[in-house]
């Protein structure tokens, strides 16, 4: 047999058998396709740090010979840690839905130039302090991103109501800067703190990450606005009656926390 058919041969039968190879390889890889996430009920719980904030405030003095107010130079919320949980459902793979409610205590101090010990006049100044005490309750929506190598990030939105309750608030009389001496230095008061239910709103990004089927760390941004209401009252004489209110506030807050899967 010549050579040429000799090598033609042995390309064919090379040519086949490397077929046969590639079609048995083909059969025996594993299916390449989407894992879909799990939907159903979980519960959460969540630590959160947040920031310090300032804010701006009003008081307003009712008295026989008239009413008169003033704008607190700034008011600041400590930073701190609070805690909270929640109850959610996951419907799809991209939507999910939850209610939560936070806890947290904060000190709270409000430095007014103007003090009303002197009439809401530049000749004295007033410095408050006290706390606040705060529930927060919302209802939550997320989009998920998809999940990579077990890392799902997010983003959502949520409505709800914030019960913000004033301890009561000690005020002190302090001289403007520069001056040694004032009229009303020395001069002291301890105010009522006022609570009331507010209305606010949320944002949130993050991403958690899948320890198990049913157990995911969360962590993320919070962002919380607060509208405004009552901070306290002082009732020094009969006819007269010194009540404040704030602004409003908003909070940053860094959250971490556990969300557990039921089904």
Same mark, same amino acid.
Not at 15 to 35: H, N, R, Y
Not at 177 to 188: H, P, Q, R
């Given at each position: 047999m010549p050579s040429s058919r000799i090598l033609l041969a042995m390309g064919?039968?090379?040519?086949?058998? /490397?077929?046969?190879? %590639? @079609?048995?390889?083909?059969?025996?890889?594993?299916?390449?396709?989407?894992? #879909?996430?799990?939907t159903g009920w979980y519960v959460r719980g969540d630590l959160a740090y947040g920031f310090d904030a300032t804010f701006g405030g009003t008081q307003e003095l009712a008295a026989p010979f008239g009413t008169v107010s003033d704008r607190f130079g700034e008011i600041r919320l400590d930073e701190g840690f609070g805690a909270g949980g929640g109850i959610g459902y996951k419907a799809t793979d991209w939507l999910r839905f939850d209610a939560t409610a936070d806890y947290w205590k904060r000190n709270v101090e409000a430095v007014n130039g103007s003090g009303w010990f002197c009439g809401f006049s530049s000749l004295c100044a007033t410095r408050d302090a006290g706390k606040i005490e705060a529930v927060?309750?919302? /209802?939550?929506?997320? %989009? @998920?991103?998809?999940?990579?190598?077990?890392?799902?990030?997010?983003?959502? #939105?949520?409505?709800?109501?914030?019960?913000?309750?004033?301890?009561d608030v000690a005020s002190t009389a302090t001289c403007p800067?520069?001056?040694?001496?004032?009229?009303?230095?020395?001069?002291?008061a301890r105010y009522i703190g006022e609570d009331s239910w507010r209305f606010a709103y949320a944002l949130s990004a993050g991403v958690s990450y899948d320890v198990t089927?049913?157990?995911?760390?969360?962590?993320?941004?919070?962002y919380l606005q607060v509208t405004d209401g009552d901070s306290y009252r002082f009732e020094p004489a009969a006819g007269t009656r010194l009540a404040s209110e704030d602004?409003?506030?908003?909070?940053?807050?860094?959250?971490?926390?556990?969300?557990?899967?039921?089904?």
């Open positions: 064919a039968l090379f040519l086949s058998e /490397a077929a046969q190879a %590639a @079609d048995i390889d083909i059969l025996d890889a594993p299916e390449i396709g989407t894992i #879909a996430r799990g927060e309750l919302l /209802a939550n929506v997320y %989009a @998920d991103l998809g999940t990579v190598a077990g890392f799902t990030p997010y983003v959502g #939105a949520g409505l709800g109501a914030v019960y913000v309750n004033y301890s800067s520069g001056t040694s001496a004032c009229s009303a230095l020395g001069a002291a089927d049913r157990i995911a760390i969360d962590t993320g941004y919070h602004d409003g506030f908003d909070r940053h807050t860094i959250r971490a926390g556990l969300r557990f899967r039921f089904d």
